[in-house]
């Protein structure tokens, strides 16, 4: 599976941008997926994730509440909804994907192998 991530942009505080994961290869059936985000000088850290084969999510403790993940498996593409966006939220995000990966492993950046290019948020006035 190959990952594409798209969405990312300058926005001020408060604003919001929607990030979109879309896979091609093959399906994220079976999978986990990913958001990372990257700032500079920072390791990278999972922010949110889903298994796309049931309803479980992960979201970092800065997401919760202002972020939400979602898929849309027609088009099969995940989605990071990104609210209230704050001057820290400045970052390179990344989607990733693991097969398999069991729910309580969602925020272990070490359960996802398959990554895509990122994409970059900024988030200044």
């Known amino acids: 599976v190959q990952l594409q991530a798209s969405g990312g942009g300058l926005v001020q505080p408060g604003g919001s941008l929607r990030l979109s994961c879309k896979a091609s290869g093959r399906t994220f059936y079976n999978y986990a997926v990913a958001w990372f985000c990257q700032a500079p000088g920072k390791e990278r850290e999972v922010v949110a994730a889903?298994?796309?084969?049931?309803?479980?999510?992960y979201y970092s403790d800065s997401a919760k509440g202002r972020f939400a993940i979602s898929r849309d498996g027609a088009k099969n593409t995940v989605y990071l909804q990104m609210n209230s966006l704050k001057p820290e939220d400045t970052a390179l995000y990344y989607c990733?994907?693991?097969?398999?990966?069991?729910?309580?492993?969602?925020?272990?950046?070490?359960?996802?192998?398959?990554w895509g290019q990122g994409t970059l948020v900024t988030v200044s006035s």
């Open positions: 889903l298994k796309w084969s049931g309803l479980s999510t």
């Open positions: 990733a994907a693991g097969l398999g990966t069991i729910t309580s492993a969602l925020g272990n950046p070490r359960s996802y192998n398959i």
